[in-house]
């Protein structure tokens, strides 16, 4: 009789934790790709990486963009687990709120990922890095550690790439960060000049799919693999040589995620928007998130 009910509290006192009370991984990186679209992906070969994280991870290709598909709006709603009405960034380069969003911090912004893990978790090692520097106004620069912007793609000559990815890979191998975005803008330029599904287009997919093999090694050389959740993710899609509008080619982007406590080969078929993937860092992390987010963790995709 004492088992059973030795049982029983154990079962109750573990149904009360809250969801996402438990830390899942000390470490999240987090690549994002802009402008990699769902249909192009689909079509994509040669890109190992990419595969070798979905068969042994959790994905869904439909995740979808806030409206209109454009960059800074959506990157918005990523880190800010808000949608445009809230957050209020509404143009492709906006670098404050277009009219007042519904709730900003003491800072001018709405809290971001990294403002609660500022507040939260003091003591985590945060960083960014990023070779479009609207990037930078997003993210709550003042809550993070180490930043960096790449000036990249826009260099007149020397960049690639591999080069760039080569910063992150020492970033990780140096600071072992908690939590680390590395923006790959590339995509989306190449979007811009050649077209979504050009062959210029899916070469920049092979790219890109290599900078993963490569943070993948860095995890590994740094000893944190085993501890790490990685996922990648874009802000939008695109067609012909532009983005904004409301077609699934341009509002459908993955989500993919891989590392502890992910299921493994999981496609989930649950809905899920841009604000989605903050309120996934954040249960991943155990954070409490504030009021005015309205992004829900996919916590489907755990163990």
């Known amino acids: 009789m004492k088992k059973v009910l030795i049982i029983v509290l154990l079962v109750l006192t573990t149904a009360w934790i809250p969801a996402g009370a438990r830390k899942l991984a000390k470490h999240v990186v987090f690549i994002g790709i802009d402008g990699l679209s769902t249909e192009c992906f689909n079509q994509a070969t040669d890109i190992l990486n990419f ?23 959506n990157w918005a709603s990523i880190f800010m687990g808000m949608p445009t009405e809230m957050h209020c960034y509404y143009t492709w380069g906006s670098k404050v709120p277009d009219i007042p969003a519904a709730y900003v911090t003491d800072r001018g912004m709405p809290p971001t990922i990294y403002t609660l893990l500022e507040e939260q978790m003091p003591s985590a090692v945060t960083g960014a890095l990023y070779n479009w520097d609207g990037i930078g106004y997003l993210i709550d620069t003042l809550a993070i550690d180490h930043y960096a912007y790449d000036p990249g793609y826009h260099q007149p000559e020397g960049y690639s790439l591999e080069k760039y990815t080569e910063r992150a890979v020492n970033f990780i191998l140096e600071k072992k960060p908690a939590f680390f975005t590395f923006y790959i803008g590339d995509q989306d330029e190449v979007g811009h000049k050649f077209g979504w599904g050009s062959p210029e287009y899916y070469q920049c997919i092979r790219d890109c799919d290599k900078s993963i093999g490569m943070i993948l090694q860095a995890l590994k050389d740094a000893g944190i693999y085993d501890d790490t959740i990685v996922v990648v993710s874009s802000d939008h899609g695109g067609i012909d040589r532009g ?20 299921k493994k080969g999981y496609a989930f078929e649950e809905t899920m928007m841009q604000y989605d993937v903050a309120a996934t860092f954040a249960y991943i992390f155990g954070l409490k998130t504030p009021q005015c987010w309205v992004g829900r963790p996919m916590c489907q995709i755990f163990k």
């Not at 983005?243 to 992910?262: A, M, N």
């Open 51 to 73: 595969k070798y994280l979905m068969e042994n991870g959790s994905y869904t290709l439909a995740k979808r963009s806030v409206m209109p598909s454009a960059s800074a709006i």
């Open 243 to 262: 983005h904004g509008g409301f077609t699934l080619s341009e509002l459908e982007t993955p989500f993919i995620v891989y590392g502890k406590h992910v």
